[in-house]
């Protein structure tokens, strides 16, 4: 069948997921290590709320494929793709799961990880909003967590392979790119850049507020009280 060359991903959307692939691969790294880059893990997590943020923001404003409401598994789509008449561009249902999936746990990652502490060098941004005991729990849930992200990401890359190898579909061209060979469908329209620089304001605004750079500095410690003079 004949086949034109469209626009499918936008340039902010391919920055965001390649920038995400290295992100959270660095966060990967230095939680792993800890030690003195425990405070990179940090920095890296702030950056990852970011790009979440962005993300979501221009899931509503983004161009047509980057948009949620374009590639919602709905029911209807999943029947169809399941019974391979599904005939869409973008991501199909099964890898809208993986992209809503992966967005809202790394949002449970980053978010559980700004009230977290080690008990040892480390305490999250906003950890004193919320109490040890709740800073605790939330250390676990962070913990608890990467292992569902380590197995969605394996997933992921498995999903990608498969399309490589067995439906002969290279996911990964258009995403460097942004264009791909398809049968029916138009390049992606919206995104401009009053959109760009909404979700890049709204995303540097959840970087500061994850920062804690708003709360109020901790009161100084008390002088230490000299000791009397030994005759």
Known sequence: MNS???RLWDLPTRLFHWLLVLSVAAAIVSGQVGGNFIDWHARIGLFIVGLVV???VWGVAGSTYARFSQFFPTPAKVKAYLGGDWKG???????????????????????????????????????DLVGKELSNRLT???H???????????????????YVRVKKENLVKPMLTGWKEVEAGESAKGGGLLALLLALALASGAVYGASGA???????????????PSW
């Open 89 to 127: 561009v973008g991501h199909n249902p099964l890898g809208a799961f993986s992209v809503i999936g992966l967005l809202a746990l790394l949002a449970l990652q980053v978010g559980s990880g700004l009230f977290a502490n080690d008990d040892i060098a480390f305490v999250g941004p906003l950890a």
């Open 144 to 162: 608890k967590a990467a292992n569902l992200l380590f197995l969605l990401i394996a997933l992921h890359v498995a999903a990608i392979v498969f």
């Open 140 to 142: 676990g849930l962070h």
């Open 4 to 6: 034109k060359r469209i």
């Open 214 to 228: 708003w709360l109020p500095a901790p009161p100084p410690a008390p002088p230490a009280a000299e000791a009397p």
């Open 54 to 56: 962005f993300r979501l």
